[in-house]
């Protein structure tokens, strides 16, 4: 429950920052603009794997039985 509740209230705060990063980003360069694009992009991929890794070995081990 506790972990909902952080992952929730961590959305919300992304939510009221996304207003300023899209502004900084339309500022930059086009060039700039896809290269920050992107590195944002794989981080949040990045972040999403280390955090679902342990749970997607549990559920390999629990098939392996």
Not at 19 to 45: H, K, R, W, Y
Not at 48 to 56: A, N, Q
């Given at each position: 429950?506790?972990?909902?509740?952080?992952?929730?209230?961590?959305?919300?705060?992304?939510?009221?920052m996304?207003?300023?990063i899209?502004?900084?980003?339309?500022?930059?360069?086009?060039?700039?603009?896809?290269?920050?694009?992107?590195?944002?992009?794989?981080?949040?991929?990045?972040?999403?794997y280390?955090?679902?890794?342990?749970e997607?070995?549990l559920?390999?081990g629990?098939?392996?039985?």
């Amino acid at each position: 429950m506790t972990k909902a509740i952080v992952s929730s209230a961590a959305i919300f705060a992304l939510l009221l920052m996304v207003e300023p990063i899209c502004t900084f980003i339309d500022s930059l360069s086009p060039a700039l603009n896809m290269a920050l694009v992107f590195v944002m992009v794989g981080a949040i991929m990045l972040a999403f794997y280390l955090m679902m890794r342990s749970e997607l070995e549990l559920c390999e081990g629990h098939y392996e039985r």
